[in-house]
């Protein structure tokens, strides 16, 4: 019996080696979560299905042409494991082809509704059951009996997140094993990490890099910060706040947190997750730095995931599967940087390529950086995964940010993250750069603000939507004298944009060179700007805080960084601003706490959520909490169905940290030679044999439109289909602000 067709060698897949490895593979890696006998046993009968002698006469005849056999073979596993009590397996049996599903969907795959397709199937499995006695005993001598962890009495959340995790065990199990039949070759796995081996080294070149850099006036504050990190990782593994002042290194900090304590608690890997990807970029590059080998051929620790990689190597060692496009399906390397959509919306959602990973998440030190940046309407749902993650996968979880969110006071008040710097507050008082006006009453009008921006040599202004920003770089252009420069950032740009502008930006306040950059709010956060002056639309306190980080970084100035904060007359600002600054109001300004306040702060997250009712009936943390005990994996990953029996999902009611669906487009950007090159990746990919690498190509010349702005008549004739969702942008592109809308309201993403 089989369980694929020829590979390039002209051999079959024996069915029982199949089921035989997938079982050992899936039951290694269940076992830093104690269900490696129920993971094994999902291996054995995943595929049992396909002894039907029916399917395996389909699958002869389809072996040529290389077509799908189109018969269900999953259903006879879901009926063996119901007949045993083991309910996860039939979830995770049921969707390891298209996904986690409900109990509706499972059902049907149980017991058909139809008389004669249930006859059909009685007599198939009676048939492929006579045949796996014979070939694959052990699939009925060796039933495994339910874990603890789905006990009567467990915990019901943690029951959910084992069956996800049960599930990635499976599908990842299934399709190496699968890929190294393909490929003659053996299942691909990686190393876990060798912390202590990686600590030395990134020790040693952060020591390297610091006698080579110039001192400064916060190194003394940023060492301080990076030994309590070091002291911090010898306590037990748990969740852990760290809490400093931007521009005090908490990127190395926390990675040298992560290793030590890796090397002390025997922790399989770490994972870094950050808000944005421009962050991703920058921590990676870091962490490659201080950790990769300089050895070609040495195997490297660093994987960068995000939806802007190239898929295969660099190197280009001509490997038909590259390390890097392996291990990001799965992420089997020992240092991962990825995004915080990439680990939540893996952690939630429903299909194997998402859930792959999951599995490799147990047992590691989990970093969430910028951690304010989280979406406040799904921080329940957050913070009840981290719980589950250290309370039951062995997960040791950092948050770091210097505006924590209060995230545990409403749901969990019993969890108290252990704070890796001591006395933060004391911290933050010693490490004070900048002093902040307030320009709110009266409020001035765009104008006014940027006319005295350009009054200081060099200045950041930051606004709150696309528009404004476009709207302040045109009144600067009217405004500022000869010899000022005048830059902008916003996400009207493409990546290649982006970066070519934070090149120059950081090459003129080195050589102190008038500059206006006008920005919007994806500047805030990991970008490392020093600026000795910052203007900032009303925000959210956070917000603010961290536009004062890009202002006297360094400390130079000591304590007269200048922030200034204004309520612009004529600006926007985006639809969730107005809850939070209306809450603000009451803890921050002229007459009370500046944004940096950490007492202040704690008072203005719970006082905000509870606004904001993220913990109320029919919130969409409630509804998701809801289906997840249910185990409705796909409600929670796609919505629930919306009333009236209609096959429509309600998305606004799905776990999503990006709710505005978007639209990929690519911008003509560049001289001569890149524009051509992305004609021909163009041209490609319109073809009729789409090259994907034209993809990954194009990738720094894609920037996004929300759809519903795609879809305006003005905006559509300027747009021309490409392939899937892609479009090519045929309307203007400004050299200094991106595409050209000219919108009525803010259209772009920030």
Known sequence: MWAHSVNSNGVRHELQKHLRSVAALAGDFAAPFGISDLASWSGLVHDGGKAWCAWQDKLLRVEAAK????????????????????????????????????????????????????????????????????????????????????APGADPMAKEFLVRFLFSCLVD????????????????????????????????????????????????????VFQAALAAASHQPGIFRLTAPTGTAKTLAAGAFALQHAALHNKRRVIVAVPFITITEQNAAVYRDLLDPTEPA???????????????????????????????????????????????????????????????????????????????????????????????FGVTVVLSSATQPEMWEASFPDIHPREIVPAPAALFAECRRVRYEWRTDPKPTLAVVVAEALTHPQALLVVNTVRDAQRALKTARTLA??????????????????????????SLLQRKEPLLLVSTSLIEAGVDLDFPVAFRAIGPPESIAQVAGRCNREGNLGTDGLVVVFDPADGGMPPSYRTQ??????????????????????????????????????????????????????????????????????????????????????????????????????????????????????????????????????IAAQLAPVIGDLVEWRGSYDDGFGIVLEPETEDFLL
């Not at 240092?335 to 792959?356: A, C, D, N, P, W």
């Open 298 to 392: 040495a195997p490297r620790l660093v994987l960068e995931h995000h939806s802007h990689v190239e898929l295969d190597d660099p190197d280009e060692r001509g490997t038909h599967h590259s390390w890097h496009r392996l291990a990001a399906e799965n992420w089997d390397a020992p240092f991962i940087v990825t995004t915080t959509v990439q680990l939540f919306e893996s952690l939630f959602g429903r299909t194997g390529s998402k859930m792959r990973k999951l599995h490799r998440i147990a047992n590691s030190v989990l970093i969430l950086d910028e951690v304010q940046a989280l979406p406040h309407r799904l921080l329940p749902q957050v913070a009840d995964a981290l719980r589950i993650l250290s309370e039951h």
């Open 481 to 506: 004298g000869a010899g000022v420069t005048l830059l902008h950032l916003s996400t009207g740009m493409c990546a290649a944009h982006r970066r070519q502008v934070l090149g120059e930006v950081k």
């Open 173 to 224: 199990a299934d399709v190496l094993d699968t890929q190294a039949h393909f490929e003659s070759c053996a299942p691909r796995l990686g190393a876990d990490l060798d912390a202590s081996a990686a600590l030395t080294r990134f020790l040693d070149r952060r020591a390297e890099f610091l006698r080579k850099r110039p001192q400064g006036r916060m190194d003394n504050k940023r060492e301080q």
């Open 581 to 714: 600054i209306d809450k603000a109001r009451q803890h921050f300004g002229p007459d009370l706490h500046d944004p940096e306040d950490l007492d202040a702060l704690s008072r203005y997250f719970p006082a905000l959520y509870d606004t904001l009712g993220i913990n109320r009936d029919k919130s969409v943390a409630k509804v998701i909490g809801q289906n997840r005990r249910r185990w409705d994996f796909r409600s929670v990953a796609d919505g629930p169905l919306t009333a009236g029996g209609s096959t429509h999902r309600d998305r606004e009611l799905a776990f999503r940290l990006i709710v505005e669906d978007t639209v990929p487009v690519v911008v003509p950007y560049g001289d001569a030679a890149a524009r051509e090159a992305v004609a021909q990746c163009l041209a490609s990919l319109r073809g009729a044999q789409p090259d994907k690498t034209s993809l990954r190509q194009l990738q720094p010349y894609l920037t996004t439109l929300r759809r519903r702005t795609a879809q305006r008549p003005d």
């Open 67 to 150: 077509g799908r056999v189109g018969l269900d073979h999953k259903s006879y596993g879901v009926h063996l494991a119901h007949a045993h009590g083991l309910k996860p397996v039939e979830w995770v049996v049921a969707g390891h082809h298209g996904g986690l599903t409900s109990a509706g969907e499972v059902e049907e795959l149980r017991e058909p509704a139809d008389e004669d397709d249930e006859r059909l199937r009685a007599a198939a499995w009676a048939d492929t059951e006579k045949r796996l006695r014979v070939t694959v005993p052990e699939m009925f001598s060796k039933v495994p009996a339910l874990p603890e962890g789905f």
